[in-house]
């Protein structure tokens, strides 16, 4: 399985910015999606992320309200929609995919196998 982000670049603050993430190898069907990001100088954390059949979507408290996780029913593909971009956004995002066996699980990175490389997001204040 390979996961492929895109979509990444530079936007000023406030702007809006979709990213997007490409499955290879395997359908997202039975897995559950996400997304972590990780800025310069510190540690990875949890976005966003979605049961396998798109319900319940779980966002952490800095990005709720701002940013939607999108995937398309049968389709090896999934964004992640961002509005009100801040400076602090800036990171460089992680699609990942896995199965998170609580709801608790879904913020974990450890329960997530499949990690793309990441895609460069940058907002400039």
């Known amino acids: 399985v390979q996961l492929v982000e895109s979509g990444g670049e530079l936007v000023q603050a406030g702007g809006a910015l979709t990213i997007t993430c490409t499955a290879f190898?395997?359908?997202?069907?039975?897995?559950?999606l996400g997304w972590f990001r990780q800025a310069p100088g510190k540690e990875r954390e949890f976005v966003a992320a979605?049961?396998?059949?798109?319900?319940?979507?779980f966002y952490s408290e800095s990005v709720k309200g701002r940013f939607t996780l999108r995937r398309e029913t049968g389709s090896n593909t999934m964004s992640l929609e961002m509005k009100s971009l801040k400076h602090e956004d800036t990171a460089t995002y992680y699609c990942?995919?896995?199965?998170?066996?609580?709801?608790?699980?879904?913020?974990?990175?450890?329960?997530?196998?499949?990690w793309g490389q990441g895609t460069q997001v940058t907002v400039s204040s």
């Open positions: 990942v995919m896995g199965r998170p066996a609580t709801n608790d699980d879904y913020y974990r990175e450890r329960e997530y196998e499949y």
């Open positions: 190898g395997h359908k997202f069907p039975t897995y559950a």
């Open positions: 979605t049961h396998w059949r798109g319900l319940p979507l």
